[in-house]
């Protein structure tokens, strides 16, 4: 069964600091990974993609990675700031661009 | 560029009544999608759009919801008669296959409440 699981499911963390998401799936065959934020209130938007050659990808202060053999991704966010609070969603892409979504890590930043 | 538009954003109403959500995707994204996504939960498939054919909607409780893209531009999701456990945010999303990896591009939402 195509599945994608997430950790931490919630994570309180100090502006400024750095954190790191997790990302576990069993979605085959696999065509793509995205990781995509979503404000409370809006839909999510993407903020990477990688393909399976692609070990890591970075955009702005999110830095993500894959480890295809072990199909598991990563995403770091460094020196966080107030407006990363959100729900972080881990996407992958099957045969046929069916997406296969986790629950999601809700990040809260405190100052 | 309009990102994808949906309404209305919010929506109060009691079971057993009837509710519709209208959304318009992107302009020349002729994939268009409806998800369904509880509190805590990753959006969830109902049905996607390739044009105005319904190509997916495996997962679309037919017994009460029901949806149409007429002209293959925007579309309607309709649930009759809705119940308790219908109670989630709908998002519509479009998608372009000239886009990268085929990326789908979410609109805000509609928050039903189910009363």
């Known amino acids: 069964k195509n599945q994608v699981e997430q950790s931490p499911q919630s994570l309180i963390i100090l502006e400024g600091k750095n954190c790191t998401l997790q990302?576990?799936?069993?979605?085959?065959?696999?065509?793509?990974l995205r990781w995509y934020k979503q404000d409370t209130g809006r839909g999510p938007v993407s903020l990477t993609i990688?393909?399976?050659?692609?070990n890591t990808k970075s955009n702005g202060r999110y830095t993500a990675t894959l480890d295809a053999d072990t199909k598991q991704s990563s995403l770091h966010i460094t020196a966080s700031q107030l407006s990363d609070s959100a729900s972080y969603i881990c996407?992958?892409?099957?045969?046929?661009?069916?997406?296969?979504f986790g629950a999601g890590t809700i990040l809260r930043v405190k100052s | 560029e309009a990102g994808v538009v949906q309404s209305p954003r919010y929506k109060i109403i009691e079971k057993k009544q009837p509710v519709a959500f209208w959304c318009n995707p992107i302009?020349?994204?002729?994939?268009l999608y409806w998800y369904l996504q509880n509190l805590g939960q990753g959006p969830e498939l109902l049905i996607r759009?390739?044009?105005?054919?319904?190509?997916?909607d495996s997962q679309l409780p037919k017994d009460r919801f029901s949806a149409e893209r007429l002209k293959g531009v925007d579309s309607t999701l309709k649930i009759q008669p809705a119940e308790l456990g219908d109670s989630a945010v709908y998002l519509c999303?479009?998608?372009?296959?000239?886009?990268?990896?085929?990326?789908?591009?979410f609109g805000p939402g509609t928050r039903l409440t189910v009363l």
């Open positions: 990302c576990n799936y069993t979605v085959s065959p696999f065509s793509n």
């Open positions: 996407v992958v892409s099957a045969e046929g661009n069916k997406l296969v």
């Open positions: 990688m393909t399976f050659s692609e």
């Open positions: 759009y390739e044009n105005e054919e319904a190509v997916d």
């Open positions: 999303a479009s998608s372009s296959r000239r886009g990268a990896g085929n990326e789908q591009f």
């Open positions: 302009s020349g994204h002729n994939t």
